[in-house]
């Protein structure tokens, strides 16, 4: 008893903010492993992000082997990923090469997921330990034209990536040029610690524009959301305070009830340490 007096003032504040976490939070949000989203930023939200569900299971190797060789005229052929498997720390790692008639070079198209941030280390201090120089980082938005998606609200059907353009040079000459765009895919942080990264890259005319490629490579990702995931609505938010609110005098009783356990934890202690020695003063009375 003397132990719960001590410290009944930290844990009664800690319940005070587990109560009000819970209240403003939305159960759907918290607990649904269905929230899933495409976003362009690792560490933060961007605004831009889509919410989706995934059809593709990218927690398993087996899964991830199974995306489609063959997407309408491109075909693709897989690299071996042991090596940067290790090297990342991934979990599940796809490296493909995907090749279309009329075009002079592949894309090479990646999908990585791991349960350490560490292997999502930005694509620019990746490239760089590879000898490359950034030229310029930007954002890109994807339109997806498959009809399930053209179905949805227009938001849907917009995906973000970031786009970054390295380069390679000896003695000042440049030798490569390569266009990357990449986009994250982040589930819900209550009941999964996992992400995924999917990445497109080509190589560019080592000067001028790279318009041409940078569209292919766009249109290329376009064909192969529909294969990993389905549009979602997004999320709203509806805490749970709100909804018990809904239920009129019975709700607001109920949160006044939950909010009254962590004060009555800080209270109940002092309250019987008055009495205690109010009862002792009697005694030695």
Known sequence: MKYYRQYSLPLGLLALILVIVILLSAPSLL??????????????SSGDEVYVRTKLNFSSQEHIATFPLEI????????????????LGADVILLRGYDRPGLYQPIYFTIMQSRTQSSFHPPSVCYAAQGYSVQ???????????????????????IPLARM??????NDEIIERRVILYCYV?????TSDTITMIQGEALAPLDGSYDSILQVEKDFIALTIPYMFEPAERKEWN???LRLIEHGAVGYLAIVLVLLVPVAIIVYPRIRDKQDSADKTDYEA
């Open 136 to 158: 310029e980082e930007a954002k890109e938005n994807v339109v997806v034209t498959n009809t399930n998606w053209m179905e949805e609200p227009c938001s849907s059907r917009s």
């Open 186 to 190: 982040k589930g819900n942080q209550f």
């Open 165 to 170: 353009v390295v380069f390679k040079e000896i």
């Open 31 to 44: 607990f649904s492993p269905a929230v899933t989203f495409i976003d362009s930023e690792l560490h933060h």
């Open 72 to 87: 309408e005229d491109w075909k693709g052929y897989d690299y071996d990923t042991t090596e940067v498997k290790e090297m």
């Open 239 to 241: 805490p749970l305070a």
